[in-house]
């Protein structure tokens, strides 16, 4: 479970952050870009570098106004980036993107305690991803943002434009529907979704973002 550094630690380094000192920016971009980019890949496909790249730049931009604790300053990235996305769709015409073959070179994220996380901790994530891209649309893009980014319900409902009540449903079945799959595969996980058989990325429903900490 990935345990949050205490606020006075993030708030000295969003301070050095925000004041231009590289390594403190570097800081929070390692802690936060390898579940961006997981996010990015199951509901962009291999679009998601680029996306990640644009996230990051209006977070840049963005960041001496930016005012809130390290959870908060999450939950505006994955904002930023869920933004991109539906900018990024629409400028495509809805195309399907192409998923990422490989996510071999991203560490691993540490995710939240949650009620099917044995689900996830059995596989690579590799071969999480590409489950989780089987799921419906809102399923995958929720159990992201709460599984592997290690958003809360509320964050996670006001960055989809949801209730925090059909969030945690979503959530439930979602992983529910994975640990079915997983216990079905019981002794062959890996290789259980054959290369040639990568789920294409999820078209995610229309943006609502209820409130964000920064522009």
Partial sequence: MRQPMPDPSFAALLQAAQAGEEDAFATLWRDVHPALLRYLRVIAGDAAEDL?????????????RFRGDEAGFRGWVFTVARSKVVDWRRYEGRRPAQPLAHDAELPAAPHPADAADDAIELLETREALRLIGQLPAEQAEIIVLRVIAGLDVDQVARIVGKRPGTVRVACHRGLRRLHDILISRAGSLTGA??????????????????GRDAT
């Fill in 52 to 64: 990640a790249s644009e996230t990051w730049l209006h977070v840049i931009r963005g960041l001496d």
């Fill in 193 to 210: 979704v054959p290369q040639g058989e990568s789920p294409r990325p999820r078209e995610i429903p229309p943006f609502g973002v209820v």
